[in-house]
């Protein structure tokens, strides 16, 4: 179902403080998380089911047990949830979200998660390339549209307030945090500032890659493919999938010139 202009708008505004359960679809569905439409109208209109399932699909592609996995925009964590399930007790999530609103209920649904699930760790901070002090805007329609200043897309409606939050790289984490297996990366069109400051971390740890890309596509893939990885499109439906010289959309990155995802996995160690 889809909303003109307007009624979205309405419809937006009306629900933005509704907040209820719902649980991960199969094969996650021992995982219950609270959702709200203020992350999307998806959450009031739609099966779980509908709701992403090429995100669901990546995660039970890509994740292992024992992993570590950096959910960084985690909104309302739906990737880190569904990672936590399948790396299991012996795995991690760290889950990085900037809206003080969202970091509330990640930790509330961080609390619902059966014993089986890796712990998942919510950091309240924003992911720049560096440690600091930065504007973080509320963006007028859903939630998962919020930005850093000075990036957003077209699916903001513009901001409706701002707050100044702390950033991290991910370099300063990864070296006081056990380093990801896989690196999920949705900031709104802030992803090479969040790359720029992970150079140690590609160079050394070598994560999968996850990251939606909204700007600077050449940048990005200069960048990654100076750390020698190779880009897919994260949502193509063939196996293998073939490699792309520029970024998708939704790309998937794996460190090294792997013809496929299986081979780059070989050897990788589960923790």
């Not at 890796?118 to 600091?132: E, F, K, L, Y």
């Not at 196996?239 to 299986?262: F, H, M, S, V, Y």
């Amino acid at each position: 179902m889809s909303f003109p202009n307007f009624a979205r708008s309405v419809a937006e505004q009306a629900t933005r403080k509704l907040v209820f359960t719902r649980r991960l679809p199969e094969p996650f569905s021992d995982c219950a998380v609270l959702v709200s439409p203020s992350g999307g109208l998806r959450f009031l209109l739609r099966k779980m089911t509908e709701v992403d399932p090429n995100l669901f699909a990546l995660v039970s592609e890509l994740v292992r047990p024992g992993m570590v996995v950096w959910d960084v925009g985690a909104n309302l964590g739906l990737f880190s949830f569904a990672a936590a399930a399948a790396a299991g007790p012996q795995g991690g999530v760290l889950a990085f979200e900037a809206d003080t609103w969202l970091v509330d209920l990640l930790r509330r649904s961080s609390e619902l998660q059966p014993e089986r699930s890796a712990r998942v760790t919510v950091v309240p901070s924003a992911v720049a390339s560096d440690v600091d002090l930065r504007t973080f805007c509320l963006a007028k329609r859903s939630r998962s549209a919020n930005f850093l200043a000075g990036y957003g897309s077209t699916q903001t409606g513009g901001s409706r307030a701002e707050q100044t939050v702390v950033s991290v790289s991910l370099d300063w984490v990864a070296s006081r945090r056990k380093p990801p297996d896989i690196l999920k990366v949705d900031v709104e069109g802030a992803e090479l500032e969040v790359l720029q400051g992970a150079h140690v971390l590609l160079e050394k740890h070598r994560p999968i890659v996850l990251c939606e890309v909204g700007a600077s596509p050449k940048e990005l893939s200069d960048l990654l493919h100076g750390h020698g990885y190779s880009m897919y499109d994260a949502d193509s439906r063939l196996k293998p999938r073939p490699r792309i010289l520029q970024p998708a959309w939704n790309t998937l990155a794996l460190p090294g010139p792997a013809p496929d995802l299986e081979s780059s996995r070989a050897g990788r160690p589960n923790s």
